[in-house]
């Protein structure tokens, strides 16, 4: 065990589309970053296993589990969290549906579970039940029984689909 | 308020007044409170399920570069425990541990990082104890005691009440069924890993932000675990990412890094980790129980005797009361004219079992309504139809004198059997695929305080001022069930404004009026009832103030959509902002106060507390099965559930409550499992939890959740807010025994344990192959020591609520310590 700690690591993150200057040390995760070093604790934890899914954050679009990646890998790419969704203070369609139907409950999974629900809108507009299924299974949730999650995206993508009109 | 009253808020569909929060991440959870100069805490937990510590070395972790503060079991006098009869716990174990996970020292550093390494270099000597893994252990072991006090050896508590004669209502009967059932253990598993700040403020005085359920509570806990008066102490309950009964202790880490606030003068962090939070526990406890029950030849109960014994885990906790819970609601939901109980609650060296979602009625419910599945095969009638049978009367006492007031079972049942097409299915589906059907009951809200006290146990306040604000203060927790939602509709629905109008401060024992907290589905009664009184009362000096002014008599004041206005000349009106700025005038500074005390129960008979309800909310249950016969995968692509919540506060939350509900009771039938096992004997043979992973724990995930059909049943009970009941836990319960129950229907073979998994299926259809009984579950009930029962006469036998014996206590109770 080594009693010397680790020298930061001083470089620019994109989150949210801003650059910003970040000093840390080398061995902390993008979720640690993002909540200890960006104060962006939108983005939540729940086992920093890689296991539950709610710290899913997307990167160039991509939801990745921000526990699973080190701060120091997310150099140079585009990182969104929960607190770029809102246009704003106008929420984005899927929050928006997700507090009008009950998709969020305890409100914990839900950061997780918008985001990686953004990103299947980007490819899939209109995506069937069995698709919004598939795409969440990885955001574990105990207290809707996902029903109103299923309901929320699917209202957010109509709502999306309609601006778009 | 009249039931006919036409609501403008109330039982409309609206987003929660805290979901714009949720969804922007600006919900502050524990872990979000992030303050200047503040450090990091983590405990050291014992390797070993039962040692005694011989020795404790800080030194080096003393002296670690970034280490502020290494405490131990000795910083820390006084013992605790939530339930006044079981102040059992030490913040760090001074002497003794009693389970993996056990935590022995605490080291507050620079951050987290420097204080798991520093966690290293504290060397421990424990001297192993014998462990004592199981209830049959436990019963068997008088020495060593993991606890020296209880009843005997390592029984915990027991119980034994009798309601009338139930041998001899056995012996009258036509049929006597007789069943031993078991119910593994399974763990709350909120998202949010239990985190607590301590930081003491400009005055010197501590305040503590932490994901807990009940923060009057851990208030009262605190202060006297670090000897502090009350009034220096200050709890706020954080939003919780999920409790379901799991933050409902007061913790260990509370108390320490409260403790190391007050010694480093700066705030100090705790998070557990997702291993800690496994072994934190305090979930459903593993109940083995034995249900005999006499029915006559039509189907009604001539009386029932419910058996069970409780592994506990290491400590109290909660555990007098769910022992009591797992005997005393059998009787809420059908006529039992005779009822017996006993109940017993071992030690083992496991994390402490506590309150999970049902609070020790789950398990009980499991065996009753099997049992009656049962009954109905034998005596050939639809087990629909038998509950319909034999649903409880509204308005009526049961056998061991709990008051049931409204209830809308039957209603409950008739919903599911149509939505469900049960009469075309039961029995007639394809083999592989099968329904079952069953019901359930629950509380809404312990119609007792954990600590004796004649106070209100719900408070509210209001504030409002002239720009039109309305301010609720209540003590209630937001654990995501939506209490400020219903706190901020009762509110708005009163005074005819919109719930978005009413601005929500809850769960900070510094600024809000004390309410017990969000356990026992207690919250939407109590709260309830305290807000519209509260909100009646400031009503009143509006609605004085505005008759003024209008030219008419106070009840001539209408309240509605933001207006107040003459109720015979609607014409006549004036803003809500108006009619406060009147009521200022007139009354000066405006405010009001509510709160609520459950009635007075009819039991008089010592331990008559635990069961009493202002109301009891009832659920059925469809669920349908495919059961795959070659790998004995249960499926479950459909449930309907029915639940009868009185009156419908948000429909959106009150779904997604029944929804939630089903989903965590299925993966209790089906896969969640808190279980151990032994390490092996080269590494400490210690006994280790099995799976504490969120990936190896297996709960559902979005690919496994069934369709679900709820329909709330609107009867609204005349002691509750509106007539609004629960709705949070009560739909949990029918549905484990109704998957038992529809693979039953499928492939004939009864699991008569939880969780049904494919090996057990496989291992039941393997004895139907062989023309055995196809069973699997316990096959007998172990010896145990119950004492001799209290005897109280049911109310029709001429009974007054009192004991008509005294009854034997089997041990001389001795004093807590260590």
Request: aromatic residues 6%; glycine residues 10%.
């Amino acid at each position: 065990m080594s009693t010397q700690a680790p020298k930061n690591v001083h470089l620019s993150l994109h989150v949210n589309g801003e650059s910003q200057e970040v000093s840390f040390a080398p061995y902390k995760t993008l979720l640690e970053v993002l909540r200890e070093d960006m104060n962006l604790t939108g983005t939540k934890h729940g086992c920093e296993l890689g296991e539950c899914g709610a710290c899913a954050v997307l990167a160039d679009g991509v939801p990745v589990l921000s526990c699973l990646a080190l701060g120091l890998e997310c150099e140079g790419r585009a990182i969104e969290t929960v607190e770029g969704l809102a246009n704003g203070s106008k929420l984005h369609p899927l929050q928006a549906a997700f507090a009008d139907l009950g998709g969020a409950q305890c409100g914990y999974c839900t950061p997780g579970i918008l985001m990686t629900a953004k990103a299947l809108l980007e490819r899939d507009p209109n995506p069937s039940r069995e698709k919004i299924k598939e795409a969440i299974s990885g955001n574990l949730c105990r207290c809707t029984g996902y029903q109103q999650i299923y309901e929320s995206i699917e209202e957010g993508a109509r709502r999306i689909r309609e601006e778009q009109r | 308020m009249s039931a006919k009253k036409r609501f403008d808020v109330i039982g409309k569909p609206r987003r929660r007044v805290d979901g714009r929060a949720k969804v922007t991440g600006l919900t502050r959870f524990a872990d979000d409170v992030m303050l200047p100069r503040m450090v990091h805490c983590k405990l050291l937990r014992s390797p070993l399920p039962h040692a005694v510590i011989e020795s404790i070395d800080v030194s080096r972790a003393h002296d670690y570069p970034g280490v502020y503060l290494v405490l131990t079991g000795k910083d820390f006098p006084v013992t605790f425990g939530i339930l006044p009869v079981t102040q059992d716990e030490y913040p760090l174990a001074p002497e003794r541990v009693r389970y993996v996970g056990d935590p022995v020292a605490a080291v507050i550093a620079k951050d987290e990082q420097t204080a798991f390494e520093a966690l290293d270099l504290i060397e421990v000597k424990y001297k192993a104890l014998k462990t004592i893994s199981d209830p049959g252990e436990a019963l068997a072991t008088e020495e060593p005691r993991i606890q020296n006090y209880g009843e005997q050896g390592n029984i915990h508590r027991l119980l034994a009440y009798e309601f009338g004669d139930v041998e001899e209502a056995l012996a009258k009967a036509d049929h006597v069924f007789d069943d031993v059932f078991f119910y593994q253990g399974n763990t709350h598993l909120p998202i949010e890993q239990h985190a607590s700040v301590a930081a003491v403020d400009g005055e010197g005085k501590l305040t503590l932000w932490s994901s807990t359920q009940v923060p009057h509570y851990v208030h009262r806990a605190l202060a006297n675990a670090l000897q502090m008066p009350p009034a220096h102490v200050r709890v706020i309950a954080c939003p919780n990412g999920g409790g379901f009964g799991g933050k409902c202790d007061l913790h260990n880490h509370e108390i320490v890094v409260s403790k190391a606030a007050i010694l480093l003068g700066r705030p100090v962090k705790i998070c557990l980790n997702r291993e800690e939070v496994f072994y934190m526990h305090r979930g459903r406890h593993p109940v083995t129980m034995r249900l005999r029950t006499g029915v006559t030849k039509d189907g009604k109960i001539t009386g029932m005797h419910t058996q069970t014994l409780l592994d506990g885990g290491a400590y109290g906790s909660y555990g007098t009361a769910s022992t009591f819970y797992t005997g005393v609601l059998q009787t809420v939901t059908y006529e039992i004219p005779r009822y017996k109980f006993d109940a017993a609650r071992v030690f083992t060296n496991k994390p402490p079992c506590g309150p999970k979602r049902g609070h020790g009625t789950p398990q009980p419910r499991f065996g009753q309504e099997i049992q009656l599945d049962k009954i109905a095969e034998k005596l050939g009638v639809d087990p629909a139809e038998l509950r319909l049978r034999i649903v409880a009367k509204p308005n009526t006492l049961t056998a061991n004198w709990l008051k049931i007031g409204s209830i809308g079972l039957a209603e409950c049942i008739r919903k599911v059997v149509a939505s469900s097409d049960w009469k075309n299915k039961h029995r007639k589906l394809p083999e592989g695929r099968g329904v079952g059907i069953a019901c359930g009951a629950y509380l809404c809200g312990a119609g007792l305080p954990i600590y004796w006290n004649k106070m209100p146990q719900s408070g509210v306040q209001l504030l409002l001022d002239r720009s039109g604000q309305v301010t609720v203060f209540c003590g209630a927790t937001e654990i995501g069930q939506g209490s400020d939602d219903v706190l901020a509709a009762i509110v708005a629905e009163v005074l005819g404004i919109d719930a978005f109008d009413v601005r929500v401060v809850t769960g900070d024992t510094g600024i809000t009026p004390v309410d017990l907290g969000s356990y026992s589905s207690r919250v939407t009664v109590m709260m309830g009832n305290a807000a519209i009184q509260a909100a009646e009362r400031v009503r009143e000096l509006i609605a004085q103030a505005a008759a003024d002014h209008m030219e008419t008599l106070p009840e001539n004041v209408g309240f509605a959509h933001g207006r107040v206005f003459r109720a015979d000349d609607p014409g006549k009106l004036m803003s809500f902002r108006e009619a406060i700025v009147l009521a200022e005038e007139k009354f000066g500074t405006l405010g009001s106060v509510g709160s609520y005390t459950p009635p007075r129960a009819p039991g008089r008979y010592k331990g008559a507390g635990v069961g009493p309800s202002p109301a009891y909310s009832y659920t059925a249950c469809v669920v349908e099965t495919e059961v795959d016969k070659a790998t004995g995968w249960v499926n479950v692509p459909r449930v309907w559930i029915a639940h009868d919540i009185g009156r419908t506060i948000n429909p959106v939350l009150a779904r997604g409550q029944v929804e939630g509900s089903v989903y965590m009771a299925l993966g209790e039938a089906l896969m969640e499992e808190q279980v151990f096992r032994r390490l092996p004997p080269k590494l400490s043979n210690a006994l280790v939890h099995k799976i504490p992973s969120l990936l190896e724990y297996k709960s559902l995930t979005s690919l496994d959740m069934p369709e679900v059909f709820t329909e709330l049943v609107e009867d609204p009970d005349p002691n509750c807010p509106f007539g609004a009941k629960e709705a949070g836990q009560g739909p949990l319960l029918p549905v484990m025994p109704a998957v038992a129950n529809a693979v039953y229907d499928a492939v004939g073979v009864r699991i008569d344990e939880l969780p049904i998994t494919p090996d057990k299926v496989l291992a039941a259809l393997e004895k139907k192959a062989k023309g055995e009984n196809p069973r699997v579950g316990p096959e007998c009930f172990p010896d145990v020591p119950y004492p001799e029962p209290m005897l109280v006469l049911p109310p029709w036998e001429g009974g007054d609520g009192n004991a008509i014996n005294a009854p034997r206590r089997s041990a001389p109770k001795e004093k807590v310590a260590s």
